[in-house]
């Protein structure tokens, strides 16, 4: 079991996996109403808590909704799994 774990190409998908989860998906419909573009980093906001995360275009996610990946690191402070969330292209100023 240790050998498995700790194995090189499991420890590559992993990171992989993370990395892309590690992202807000939106249909690239949705993503033109908010003058959002692949790549671009989005702030997201619930509730009083704000993250910055990359966007992604997925055409599988419904127009008008997001997919935010819950239980990882980059999610944990934001709020309830199915609630409302703000979502803008993040100034870089």
């Given amino acids: 079991d240790g050998l498995v774990r700790r194995a090189e ?3 590559t998908a992993q990171t992989i996996i993370e990395g892309d ?3 807000v998906r939106l249909h690239p419909e949705t993503a033109k109403k908010l003058n959002l ?3 671009q ?3 997201v906001q619930q509730d009083n808590h704000k993250i910055s ?3 992604l ?5 419904a127009q008008g909704a997001v997919w935010l990946a ?3 690191a980059a999610t944990n402070s934001l709020g309830d799994l199915c609630g409302e969330i703000d979502i803008q292209a993040e100034n870089k100023s």
Avoid: C, F, H, M
């Fill in 37 to 39: 573009t692949s790549g």
């Fill in 70 to 72: 819950g239980g990882i």
């Fill in 53 to 55: 995360l990359p966007v």
């Fill in 57 to 61: 275009l997925d055409e599988r996610i």
């Fill in 9 to 11: 190409p499991l420890q």
């Fill in 41 to 43: 980093s989005a702030l």
């Fill in 21 to 23: 989860v590690a992202t």
